[in-house]
């Protein structure tokens, strides 16, 4: 039931995965949650969300979805690129989120929306250097998912002072959990964990040895929702302030699944991070917040949800030989 005390939010991004997620968080604290998304909006996990279809590079149409669902926060989740994507994409691609934010910015100022939370990336925007990664630090991205996503927090530091708009940057770990495809380029605990189910063979991207933070979904959720509830601003790292190895993930979901995996390994680009680390002292100090689902559990849940959602993972595999 939707509690008026709490502040509406308009979540563009809505059918991605970590903004999908938050619009469920934000709808079961009692906000009003429109989801906003570019293809058809699927069946949301927030049952009483409003969904709206349509591109934010069209100025017209985002300006009529805000001034109809005039938030109080806007969560800008948009993005075109991925961290593995090819560094000669197409321009016009490369440029689509950010012309996505400008014009959010524009109907939030208009319409008089007080808080953008954007999400920039934790693993990206860093690059390499010394770890763990704090919200001062150089950021120096390989990628140009990395490079966009500081575009994008240079713009919202640039524009949002004239546009009166408090605005709050989270550069966020490796979410993983429920509702994260094991089919996409990047999500690799749902990823290896689907082809555990199914029996099929896992690519080790660089070395065993690679070390990142893992960061269950629903513990992002948490800290959208605390930045909007403190009306937070500024910079913050969100991510389980730990990180795992890629040997440590297969080793607890080889366990939890009950097969030995069948490994083949390829090189990493040289515009993907091997390895990274979060500080995120500053989120457990300013937002009250720390995450709470350990790596097992977490993994545990993202494994019932592949079996209940797809029929493969459903079948007990047979035992997979190691390589």
């Known amino acids: 039931m939707q509690n008026p005390s709490k502040p509406a939010i308009t979540v563009f991004g809505g059918t991605g995965f970590i903004g999908r997620n938050f619009a469920a968080y934000a709808s079961a604290q009692g906000s009003a949650v429109a989801i906003c998304g570019r293809s058809p909006i699927p069946a949301p996990l927030a049952p009483l969300a409003t969904c709206h279809a349509f591109d934010a590079t069209d100025l ?7 001034e109809q669902t005039r938030p109080e926060a806007i969560v800008f989740g948009i993005s075109r690129t991925h961290p593995r994507g090819a560094p000669n ?14 014009n959010v910015l524009e109907a939030a100022r208009e319409f008089g929306a007080k808080q953008l939370v ?23 991205p390989k990628s140009l998912y990395g490079q966009l996503k500081l575009q994008g927090e240079a713009l919202i530091k640039a524009l949002s002072p004239a546009l009166g708009i408090r605005t709050t940057i989270l550069r966020i770990g490796n979410p993983y959990g429920p509702h ?5 380029l990047h999500g690799v605990i749902p990823i290896f964990t689907y082809k555990m189910l199914t029996n099929a063979p896992i690519t080790v991207m660089g070395s ?19 930045c909007i509830e403190r009306q937070a601003a500024g910079t913050f790292n969100i991510g389980s302030g730990t990180t795992a190895s890629l040997r440590t993930l297969i080793e607890s979901i080889s366990g939890i699944c009950g097969v030995q995996p069948n490994l083949e390994y390829r090189d990493i680009t040289a515009a993907e991070v091997a390895s990274f680390s979060l500080d995120v002292s500053k989120a457990r100090n300013e937002l009250a917040w720390r995450p709470a689902t350990d790596l097992d559990v977490g993994i545990r849940t993202t494994k019932k949800w592949l079996e209940q959602n797809y029929p493969l993972a459903r079948a007990k595999p047979a035992t997979a030989r190691a390589k």
């Open 60 to 66: 017209a149409a985002t300006r009529s979805v805000v």
């Open 89 to 102: 994409a197409d321009p016009s691609m490369a440029l689509t989120e950010l012309r996505a934010l400008e």
């Open 118 to 140: 954007f999400f920039s990336s934790g693993g990206a925007v860093y690059g390499d250097g010394p770890q763990p990664h704090r919200e001062t630090d150089p950021c120096r």
């Open 180 to 184: 994260q495809s094991p089919f996409g």
């Open 208 to 226: 065993l040895d690679s070390a990142k933070d893992y960061i269950f979904i629903d513990d992002v959720s948490a800290a959208i929702w605390a």
